[in-house]
């Protein structure tokens, strides 16, 4: 493996972090329009984890001499319902865990051990995103949609931020 393989793989996850901060941030306005604003509000706390790691991501490419390529991976979609929306994003995280795994292996055999652990780092935290995203589509078939919603509007409640 080369430091060119390294740099590719970089750059193929900085586009797909963007890709998932920009889709959090159409879910995050999807929600209020729907009147989700709590839910609104904990997309826009994933929008502002996956910049992070898009920070992280070019970081690491200067650090390595690259050129970052600013793009999306996908067009972030706007979904029809809640099920639709989390089915969605576990898709995502699931490709991004496969492919971090994969990306930190050939990391390792370049003897990039900076970008075996950025990889690596990265993937558990989008583990910790599946598990959340698994926990809601447990709760949508167990709860049901419209009772599930209902945890988060604060419609006639006092709103504290």
């Known amino acids: 493996m080369s430091n060119d393989t390294t740099l590719k793989n970089l750059n193929t996850a900085l586009q797909m972090e963007l890709t998932a901060a920009h889709q959090y941030q159409l879910h995050a306005h999807l929600l209020d329009d729907w009147g989700l604003d709590k839910l609104a509000r904990q997309m826009r706390g994933e929008f502002d984890e996956e910049n992070g ?3 992280r991501f070019l970081e690491r490419i ?13 067009t972030p979609k706007v979904s029809g319902s809640l099920r639709d929306m ?3 994003d576990l898709d995502d995280e699931k490709d991004a ?12 055999e370049a003897d990039d051990l900076a970008s075996k652990a ?16 698994e926990l809601q589509l447990s709760l949508l078939d167990r709860l049901g949609e419209q009772r599930y919603a209902s945890k988060y509007v604060t419609a006639g409640e006092t709103v504290e931020d």
């Open 86 to 88: 989390f089915q969605s």
């Open 118 to 133: 950025l990889f690596e780092g990265i993937a558990i935290e989008e583990e910790g995103h599946k598990e959340w995203l």
């Open 97 to 108: 865990i496969k492919f971090y795994t994969q990306a930190a292996k050939a990391a390792y």
């Open 53 to 55: 790691h898009a920070d």
């Open 62 to 74: 200067f650090a390595l001499g690259g050129e970052p390529e600013m793009a999306f991976a996908a």
